[in-house]
Structures are given as C-alpha cells and as structure tokens.
C-alpha cells in the first residue's frame, strides 16, 4: 500500500503528454483479438486494469506482441478463434474488462470465470447479466449480482431491443459485442448520451453499427477486419492536470506568473468532455487546439490557464459525459467561489469506491463545506487545509485529493494510493514535472 504525501502550493507548467485512453486501449485489444489478420496499437495505456484485459486474452490463446512502449500487435484470432483459458480470468479492479468480457464470453462455446479485486466484487453486474440472459447468455453471479461471473459458453444468443435504465457505455458495449454473435439484429436505447468508443471502433474495424438517435444496433454473423488504432491520450487522466493548473494561481500569486499547462494529443470525443464543458462554465480558461481526428477519435492540444472559479449548479446532461471526472471536479469546486452543486449522479456511488461518500469525507477533513446528498453533494467554495484522507483504494480519488495540495495550507496525506497504477502508472513523475511536490511513502 503506498501513500503519498503533498507539500502545498506550487504551480503547474509544461508540456505533459498523459497516457493512452484507458476505453480505448481496451477496446483495441478486445476487437483486435476477434478480428481477422493483425491489427497494431500504439500509444495503449500499460495500466493494470488494460494488462488484465491483455492477460485474459492471451489466456484465451490469442498471439499478442508487446507492450512496448505502448505498442501492441494482436495477431487477431478471427470471431470464433477464442480458446477456452486454463484459469479464472482475473480482472483486477477493472469493470470495464469485466461488463465487456461478459458480453464477450457469453457467446463462446466454452465455460468462463471472471473474477476480481475486493473492490470490483463489490461492483453490480446485473446490469449486464440481465439483458444478456434475455439474449439467451447463462451468467451466474455471487450474491446481489456481484463477482465472480460464471458463465456458460456454447448456448445460443438472438438479439434483443434493450432500453438500458442506466446510462452506461459498459453495459451498452456489453450487449453490441454479445450482438456480435447473436442472431438477428440487437439494439440499445440509452437513456442519456454515453461514451461511444465502442461504435467507433466497431465501425474502424469494418463492422457497420447504424445509429438512429439514442439507438445503436448491431447486426449479428459480421466479422471484423484488423486495422491500425492510434490511442489518443486520456482526457480523464488529463483532467487531473487541467484542474491543478486552474485552481494553482502560482508560487506567490501576483509576482509569478499563473499555471500555464499544454496537454498534447488528447482524445476530445463529444461523449467524454462533460469536464471541459462544466469547468468552462465555471470560469476555466481552457482552449483546444490544433483539433484533428485520429482513426476515428477526435483529438486535440489542450491549453489550460490558472482562472478564477466559480461554483455552479452542474448541468444535469453534462453528469454521464464527464462521469469519471468527478473526483477532481470536487477540487475545482471547493476552490471555487460560491457553492456548486452535483445532482443526478448516483453512478458515483458505485465506481471503483463510492466516490460520493468518499470525496466528501476527504473534503470535510481539508476544511470544506460539502452536504451529501444520495446523488451527489453540493459543495460551498472555501480554503482548503491539510490532513490525512483516504482514497478508499480508489485510483481517481488518490489523485484528486493530491493536486488538492495544489491549493492547500498545510500538507495532504492521502491514504492508500497503490492502485493509482491501474489507469495511470507514470502519474507521480509527470505530476511532479508539472510541478507538484510529492512524495510516495510505504505505508
Ligand atoms: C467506461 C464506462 C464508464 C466509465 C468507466 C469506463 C467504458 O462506466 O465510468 O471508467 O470504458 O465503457 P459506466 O458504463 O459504468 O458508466
């Protein structure tokens, strides 16, 4: 278990090139897998929860080569050259790889097991197990609908018409790569606008996904053709970077000058930019530039200075496009100037912690007023101490409350950041390029 210790103050300034896409990066590996001939990745993300995806498919019997240096070539297996795995296939912290694989698996010939860390078996799975059963798929869970996942290959699955009752890219990817191979055609209606990487990607490999509106379907018995994916790098990484600029005025404000921060090559996807939206309405000075699309992914240069907040009420559409955002927009709002308030986010309740409850108590401990509500919190702007908090394992959280120290008086010990590995190895180093002053300590 490592925690890291932040000194206060400091600004941000450079060029930080974050890591790859954590959706897309799995994504590349799940269909390049499936597909027919060799497809190559670079700029993948070699955090932990993509090396479990990686693992299980070698598992699985598919030839992949890499990672180096964020360069994979899959030699792709074909739709049905999947082999059953000799173990469980454990997929760490990651729901991602574990909603999508269920998908996945449901339509193979053999039996699985998905199992994972203490925090994903406690993650609800019946959002998926559900509409796949009424595809036909046989998945049983633990208790509650939670991990571990067995799942039964070799039955037949047939398209259905799910209205999913969440607003989730992990369900809907589940339910278009079981369509994959179920007869007929399959087709989600999603409640509220989600990340669409895997329609892209799907359409990159050949594969035609029509979309009408809020309804995406999928025709089953295609295949996919290998290609060539550029991982764009990660906006929700990023998004820890973008908001330690904006709330770090700078070594002694008013004689330095600002954070001034340049964020190369990150994905910009309509689906994923609810954070720019909402801190541009709080004040942010934030500009995208040199706008370019890359295989499919809209991508840009971001440019982000130190600016002055202010809270909001956060538009409720903008919730599930920035939805792993959260964390960090709980920094920015309690360095903002008046009150912010988050509704109609009761996902955050169960992410990798239940980031509600997790974010306002570390709140509360540096100082800041903050009132939980059962979907969200509403946040009054103040001055931020130091203190002991906890990121309850959760990799998101850790990092939030460390560029908190960006703007805190005193320092901030935040508890239990071991598993900040899993979506951003390299998060130390460039955050102490940027210019924070952070230390790791065992603890
Ligand atoms: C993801 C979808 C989102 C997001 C997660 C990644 C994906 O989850 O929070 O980090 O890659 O599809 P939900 O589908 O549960 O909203």
Redesign the pocket.
């Known amino acids: 278990m490592n925690d890291f210790v932040v000194e206060p103050g400091g600004r941000m300034q450079g060029c930080i090139r974050v890591p790859g896409d954590?959706?897309i990066s799995?994504?590349s590996i799940m269909f390049g897998a499936i597909a027919d001939g060799d497809t190559s990745v670079s700029g993948l993300l070699e955090g932990e929860d993509v090396l479990a995806t990686l693992a299980a498919f070698r598992a699985m019997g598919v030839q992949i080569e890499g990672p180096d240096n964020g360069n994979l070539l899959i030699h792709g297996a074909g739709m049905h050259g999947l082999q059953k795995p000799g173990q469980d296939l454990d997929m760490g912290n990651s729901?991602?790889a574990m909603?999508?694989l269920s998908g996945l698996l449901a339509a193979q010939s053999f039996d699985t097991t998905l199992v994972g860390d203490t925090s994903l078996n406690k993650r609800p799975m019946s959002r998926v197990i559900d509409p796949l059963g009424q595809m036909g798929a046989s998945i049983d869970a633990a208790e509650g609908g939670r991990p571990p996942l067995h799942i039964r290959g070799g039955g037949k699955l047939h398209g259905i018409h799910c209205r999913m009752s969440?607003?989730?890219?992990?369900?809907k990817?589940a339910l278009l790569l079981a369509g994959l191979y179920a007869e007929g055609r399959t087709t989600v209606t999603e409640p509220a606008p989600?990340?669409d990487?895997?329609e892209r990607m799907l359409r990159g490999f050949g594969y035609e996904v029509p979309q009408e509106g809020a309804t995406i379907s999928v025709n089953g018995g295609g295949c996919l053709q290998a290609c060539t994916i550029e991982v764009p790098a990660d906006i929700?990484s990023a998004a820890f970077f973008i908001v330690g600029a904006l709330i770090s005025p700078g070594i002694s404000p008013g004689t330095s000058p600002g954070s001034e921060l340049l964020l190369p090559h990150v994905g910009i996807n309509p689906t994923r930019i609810g954070i720019i939206t909402i801190l541009k309405q709080m004040g942010a000075q934030i500009h995208l530039e040199k706008t370019r699309e890359v295989g499919g992914e809209p991508v840009a240069d971001i440019r982000v200075q130190h600016s002055v907040l202010k809270g909001i009420p956060v538009p409720g559409d903008q919730v599930?496009l920035a939805?792993?955002e959260f964390p960090v927009l709980c920094i920015a709002a309690a360095c903002a100037q008046g009150q912010t308030v988050i509704q109609g986010a009761e996902?955050l309740r169960?992410?990798e912690s239940d980031r509600i409850t997790a974010m306002v108590a570390g709140l509360k401990t540096l100082g800041i007023a903050v009132e939980e509500k059962p979907d969200g919190m509403i946040i009054e702007g103040g001055s931020l101490g130091g203190g002991e908090v906890d990121s309850f394992d959760d990799h998101r959280v850790a990092m939030a409350f460390t560029i908190a120290g960006l703007r805190a008086s005193k320092p901030i010990h935040v508890r239990n950041c071991r598993n900040v590995a899993t979506s951003f190895p390299d998060f130390v180093n460039l955050a102490t390029q940027a210019g924070l002053s952070l230390k790791v300590e065992a603890a």
């Open positions: 954590k959706s799995h994504r729901g991602t909603r999508l969440v607003a989730s890219a992990q369900v990817s989600t990340r990487h895997t929700s599930p939805i792993d996902e169960v992410k």
